[in-house]
């Protein structure tokens, strides 16, 4: 494959350098309480579609999108067992993709018929696939989300944009994009903050103000080839839970296509078993997040029709950041039609993860020697203590 343009990090369709590149890495592609035994989904990532289904005995499966006979969608066929049905002539094919009945022919040899079939495995509420040639690589775990604590899968964030939008998501907007949020809890001044550093490290990169004494020092962490990782107040339930509690979070952002990706969210919060099981019923209290609902209101104000400001007092500070984050990042538009950008010292990470992609990208091109990726234990703990607020 040609390596032709540098900057190309935004297509990740099938015969993509970037999306060869992502099928690399294991992708989540579903939350798994959102799909029930016996249940079957058409879903699409990174611009090719599949089945996924969960048979009778609660193991995700992950198939082709089409029936080999006449290719109907299998996914709205039925699932029996641990195979699937499809709806137009009947064919069954288990969870390798191996067709084991074709119930109308009169010879019938579903031995010589297969779909494609991908390794699923289930972990942090979230259903991973690899999609890439094989051999799959292990699925990577994240140490400091496998401790003990309150640990959960948020509401999957589908949005009009293309991932990389997602990942370039830098620690610098808090100050202005959720300014409506501190003003709700209470903390309307935040400092611009110290010069911004970053590092290339041995999971991707590491991001952070320049240190000062006495104050706790943050980082945000990007873990390549695309997931962000954060401490943050953005927080379901009360507002007095966003005032005093913090989660570790996982940002998976995953392209649907190239205009648009999901981004699937896993909290962390150290909670012990009892005051888990109560911030349990506040964050139900509270109720999930519509995503639809959600998307809605930031397309509302992105389109003028409503004020940020104007949203309700009693919305959680979770839904509120979903919506001060749609709107600058969705209302930035598509990569290829906006103007120039001017990166500036703020954009330091956002700089060095593209500068480390494009290196990426080119050794593939190239055949040479891929960075291998590691994930720690102890980024999350590395974070200092809050400052309190009010
Ligand atoms: S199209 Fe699926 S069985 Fe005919």
């Given at each position: 494959?040609?390596?032709?343009?540098?900057?190309?990090?935004?297509?990740?369709?099938?015969?993509?350098?970037?999306?060869?590149?992502m099928?690399?890495?294991?992708?989540?592609?579903?939350?798994?309480?959102?799909?029930?035994?016996?249940q079957?989904?058409?879903?699409?990532?990174?611009?090719?579609d599949?089945?996924?289904?969960?048979?009778?005995?609660?193991?995700?499966?992950?198939?082709?999108?089409?029936?080999?006979?006449?290719?109907?969608?299998?996914s709205?066929?039925w699932?029996?067992?641990?195979?699937?049905?499809?709806?137009?002539?009947?064919?069954r094919?288990?969870g390798?993709g191996?067709?084991?009945?074709?119930?109308?022919?009169?010879?019938?040899?579903?031995?010589?018929?297969?779909?494609?079939?991908?390794?699923?495995?289930e972990?942090?509420?979230?259903?991973?696939?690899?999609?890439?040639?094989?051999?799959?690589?292990?699925?990577?775990?994240?140490p400091?989300?496998?401790?003990?604590?309150?640990?959960?899968?948020?509401?999957?964030?589908?949005?009009?944009?293309?991932?990389?939008?997602?990942?370039?998501?830098?620690?610098?907007?808090?100050?202005?994009?959720?300014?409506?949020?501190?003003?709700?809890?209470?903390?309307?001044?935040?400092?611009?903050?110290t010069?911004?550093?970053?590092?290339?490290?041995?999971?991707?990169?590491?991001?952070?103000?320049e240190?000062?004494?006495?104050?706790?020092?943050?980082?945000?962490?990007?873990?390549?080839?695309?997931?962000?990782?954060?401490?943050?107040?953005?927080?379901?339930?009360?507002?007095?839970?966003?005032r005093?509690?913090?989660?570790?979070?996982?940002?998976?952002?995953?392209?649907?296509?190239?205009?648009?990706?999901?981004?699937?969210?896993?909290?962390?919060i150290?909670?012990?078993?009892?005051?888990?099981e109560?911030?349990?019923?506040?964050?139900?209290a509270?109720?999930?997040?519509?995503?639809?609902?959600?998307n809605?209101?930031?397309?509302?104000?992105?389109a003028?029709?409503?004020?940020?400001e104007?949203?309700?007092?009693?919305?959680?500070?979770?839904?509120?950041?979903?919506?001060?984050?749609?709107?600058?990042?969705?209302?930035?538009?598509?990569?290829?039609?906006?103007?120039?950008?001017?990166?500036?010292?703020?954009?330091?990470?956002?700089?060095?993860?593209?500068?480390?992609?494009?290196?990426?990208?080119?050794?593939?091109?190239?055949?040479?020697?891929?960075?291998?990726?590691?994930?720690?234990?102890?980024?999350a703990?590395?974070?200092g203590a809050?400052?309190?607020?009010?």
């Amino acid at each position: 494959m040609e390596y032709g343009n540098a900057a190309d990090l935004y297509h990740t369709g099938p015969g993509t350098l970037a999306g060869e590149y992502m099928r690399k890495f294991w992708q989540p592609v579903h939350r798994a309480k959102d799909l029930q035994r016996g249940q079957a989904l058409g879903i699409r990532i990174m611009s090719e579609d599949f089945t996924l289904f969960r048979g009778d005995r609660g193991t995700p499966r992950l198939v082709g999108s089409r029936c080999a006979h006449r290719g109907t969608q299998l996914s709205i066929g039925w699932v029996e067992g641990d195979s699937i049905r499809c709806r137009y002539h009947g064919w069954r094919y288990n969870g390798e993709g191996q067709c084991v009945e074709q119930p109308l022919e009169e010879r019938p040899a579903p031995e010589r018929v297969c779909i494609r079939s991908y390794q699923v495995e289930e972990y942090l509420g979230l259903i991973f696939a690899y999609l890439g040639a094989e051999p799959a690589p292990p699925l990577r775990r994240f140490p400091d989300f496998d401790r003990p604590g309150y640990v959960e899968a948020g509401p999957p964030e589908y949005w009009p944009c293309n991932y990389m939008t997602r990942i370039d998501n830098d620690p610098r907007h808090v100050v202005f994009t959720h300014r409506e949020s501190w003003k709700r809890m209470g903390d309307p001044v935040r400092p611009a903050g110290t010069r911004l550093l970053a590092e290339e490290t041995e999971y991707g990169v590491r991001t952070y103000g320049e240190p000062v004494p006495g104050r706790p020092q943050r980082y945000t962490y990007f873990h390549m080839p695309n997931i962000n990782q954060v401490r943050s107040p953005r927080i379901e339930g009360t507002l007095d839970d966003s005032r005093n509690l913090e989660a570790d979070r996982l940002f998976w952002r995953v392209p649907i296509d190239d205009e648009r990706c999901v981004n699937f969210v896993v909290d962390y919060i150290p909670l012990k078993p009892e005051e888990a099981e109560e911030y349990g019923r506040r964050r139900e209290a509270a109720g999930e997040a519509k995503p639809a609902e959600l998307n809605a209101l930031g397309d509302a104000i992105l389109a003028g029709r409503m004020r940020l400001e104007d949203l309700p007092a009693d919305m959680s500070i979770y839904k509120l950041f979903w919506i001060e984050d749609y709107i600058t990042q969705v209302g930035q538009g598509a990569p290829a039609g906006r103007p120039p950008e001017h990166l500036g010292s703020a954009d330091m990470g956002v700089v060095l993860k593209r500068k480390i992609w494009e290196r990426e990208l080119r050794a593939l091109a190239n055949g040479e020697p891929l960075k291998q990726w590691y994930t720690p234990a102890g980024l999350a703990e590395a974070q200092g203590a809050r400052v309190p607020i009010g």
